[in-house]
């Protein structure tokens, strides 16, 4: 039987996917920067009969500062769909700031 990894506590009642999401967050509300967590999706390919096919959902949104924060983990492939994701997010969205 596989092991499951230990469940994170939450941080403002938001269970998070990852280890670095949680503490990423912990940090925001130590500093006391508003945030929300996976507030938005935005569709960036749709089929023919206009379904979404493929979604980028950013990690947080800091509504202060109309930015979005992406996080990833530095294993290479994890980065290279992500940077894709975020560049064609930004080519259908001009006005979106994400890092």
Known sequence: MPKQAPRLP???GI???HASEHEFARLLTF???RWQYEPTTFPLDSDDQGRVVEAFTP???LPDHDLYI??????????TAKHRKIRKAQALHPDLKIR
């Open 59 to 61: 990690d947080f949104y």
């Open 70 to 79: 992406e996080l990833t983990t530095k294993e290479q492939r994890l980065m």
């Open 15 to 17: 269970a998070f996917a």
């Open 31 to 33: 500093y006391g920067v």
């Open 10 to 12: 939450s941080v403002d």
